[in-house]
């Protein structure tokens, strides 16, 4: 059998998003109180897990430091939907507004909104400060979309949303989890399943014609993200808000050979698919393996 065409395989996106999407405003019970004894990311996925420091701390830390890693991940969707949002803008300038392709980075742009709505939501209801992005940071984040362009930008949306995806299959059923976060956690993965398939679709489509330069640059740069993820899943502000010294907790959480394992896990599926096309070059997996993505 052929492969479905790109018009093809949106249309059949577009018939999914009618069957089951949602509206986290009306489809999650904000109202639902908190349990004092639940954490907010399963223990074994909080970056201090199995670590010395983990060991000598109450439940009571382990679940605060589980809502501010919490706080941290969902933060940083925000600003990651902000930029694939507008990058896709700016890509639907140039394109055929009647094309199926067209409609579906609609609906998955209105997605994402819903989403950055559920994540600010979330954050508040949770009790937490958002963590926000820094005057540089957001310097740069505006600069993002423009960069973000051809197979860059499907590579892009895999790295932002393939490796929270895979870690939160495996969270979302842990009987550890507040109620209203399993809620939050099935929505996103269950919409972020079509996103990840479009954006894998025009990659498998687009990097058999690519020149060998731009395949070259694009299979190596996407290493960047190992970095960035390591950056994210320790950041110090997570740790001085539970009152850790923070450069003792993120070094700990780096060396755990749990950590690792968890990341590596995490983002097994992603590299096997850039993989599979050609797009994991030798730059990139040394900095994957360096920030402790791919097995040492």
């Known amino acids: 059998m052929t492969a479905p065409t790109?018009?093809?395989?949106?249309?059949r996106l577009l018939k999914g998003s009618v069957k089951k999407s949602y509206a986290p405003v009306v489809d999650i019970d904000w109202d639902a109180p908190l349990d004092p004894d639940k954490f907010f990311l399963p223990p074994k996925c909080v970056s201090l897990y199995g670590t010395p420091l983990w060991d000598s701390m109450t439940r009571e830390q382990r679940i605060e430091l589980s809502r501010q890693e919490l706080v941290n991940t969902l933060s940083a969707g925000i600003w990651f939907e902000n930029i694939l949002n507008q990058a896709l803008l700016r890509k639907m300038m140039h394109q055929d507004?009647?094309?199926?392709?067209?409609?579906?980075?609609?609906?998955?742009?209105?997605d994402e909104t819903r989403h950055m709505v559920m994540f600010g939501k979330a954050i508040e209801r949770v009790g937490a400060k958002?963590?926000?992005?820094?005057?540089?940071?957001?310097?740069?984040?505006?600069?993002?979309?423009?960069?973000?362009?051809?197979p860059i930008l499907w590579v892009a949306a895999l790295l932002g949303e393939e490796i929270f995806d895979s870690l939160q299959r495996q969270m979302m059923d842990d009987d550890d989890l507040q109620p209203i976060i399993q809620r939050l956690m099935r929505i996103h993965v269950t919409e972020e399943a079509r996103h990840i398939q479009f954006a894998r679709d025009g990659l498998r489509k687009r990097t058999p014609?690519?020149?060998?330069?731009?395949?070259?640059?694009?299979?190596?740069?996407?290493?960047?993200?190992?970095?960035?993820?390591?950056?994210?899943?320790?950041?110090?502000?997570?740790?001085?808000?539970?009152g850790l010294d923070a450069r003792k907790a993120r070094r700990l959480a780096r060396s755990s050979a749990h950590r690792h394992e968890t990341h590596v896990t995490g983002f097994a599926p992603l590299a096997a698919f850039l993989e599979e096309v050609g797009l994991m070059g030798p730059?990139?997996?040394?900095?994957?393996?360096?920030?402790?993505?791919?097995p040492r």
């Open 97 to 110: 507004p009647t094309a199926s392709a067209t409609h579906y980075e609609l609906t998955e742009l209105g």
């Open 130 to 150: 958002p963590v926000r992005p820094r005057y540089y940071q957001r310097f740069v984040i505006n600069l993002l979309p423009f960069t973000f362009q051809g």
């Open 6 to 11: 790109r018009e093809e395989f949106a249309e």
């Open 283 to 294: 730059i990139a997996r040394r900095m994957w393996r360096r920030s402790g993505f791919l």
């Open 209 to 242: 014609t690519m020149r060998r330069l731009p395949k070259f640059f694009v299979a190596n740069i996407n290493g960047v993200g190992g970095y960035f993820f390591r950056f994210l899943f320790t950041n110090k502000v997570q740790y001085r808000r539970v």
